[in-house]
């Protein structure tokens, strides 16, 4: 085989790894939000010392999951040009691969935790401590501010009616300011973490029931964050 010929193939070959990676993430939701995930997960990590061994971990399990989920879409093309009826044999193929994804993210959430449980807890106590110092009833008004916020950004973008559908997510701005109020208030990061379950839990209801787009729900969730912790440190600057 020529030389030319050589380069040629593997120029082409890696032309055909990137182009699968680019459909996963034009066309897979779930590719999204892991390269989403990954992108501030990677991005907080910089501002911990991990040790080489524990940003290898990190990678490997980043890595895993989008490995997971690539494998998972091409088994369900593949399946899906041999056959477009129901096959018993199909749907085991599916979910098994489905299972690997589920698997591989699991793996990532107990590394995580495993990675900055105490580092998280000794700087959020230290942030919260400074940003807490407020009275209780500042909760009520960032819930008021948000509910105000997504009324107004609704009218600005004019989608949706303000209790039902648009941008933002009324619902999950509501829900990630009161998660976000809840964690400002407590050093106790069980308590931060079952919040933010919660909040994600009412932010997936939405997206599942068609009412909002993943965008619309994170949109919502940035806008009360971003309030709860505005009106936690306006509320500490004047206490």
């Keep these: 085989m020529k030389p030319g010929k050589t380069r040629q193939g593997i120029i082409q070959a890696f032309n055909a790894a990137i182009e699968g990676i680019l459909y996963t993430f034009k066309f897979e939701r779930n590719m999204k939000i892991h390269y989403l995930l990954s992108v501030v ?8 010392d991990l040790s080489k061994s524990e940003m290898i971990m990190l990678l490997m399990s980043i890595s895993l ?49 495993i990675l900055f449980y105490d580092k998280l807890t000794e700087l959020s106590v230290k942030l919260i401590y400074t940003i807490r110092q407020s009275e209780l009833h500042i909760t009520l008004i960032c819930i008021v501010l948000v509910l105000i916020a997504v009324v107004v950004v609704k009218a600005l973008t004019s989608t949706g009616t303000p209790l039902k559908g648009g941008m933002p997510s ?15 208030m407590t050093e106790r990061v069980v308590a931060s973490t079952l919040a933010y379950i919660m909040a994600v839990l009412v932010a997936q209801s939405r997206i599942e029931g068609k009412i909002h787009t993943f965008w619309e729900t994170v949109a919502g969730a940035l806008l009360g964050a971003l309030i709860a912790i505005l009106v936690f440190q306006v509320g500490a600057f004047y206490s």
């Design 170 to 184: 009324g619902h999950a701005a509501l829900a990630f300011a009161i998660a976000t109020s809840i964690t400002l």
């Design 65 to 113: 999951v989008v490995i997971s989920e690539m494998f998972n879409t091409a088994i369900e093309k593949t399946v899906d040009m041999i056959t477009d009826e129901y096959h018993v044999l199909a749907k085991i193929a599916k979910d098994v691969a489905a299972g690997g994804v589920l698997v591989a993210a699991l793996n990532s959430v107990v590394v995580g935790y």
């Design 41 to 48: 997960v990677l991005i907080v990590s910089l501002f911990f």
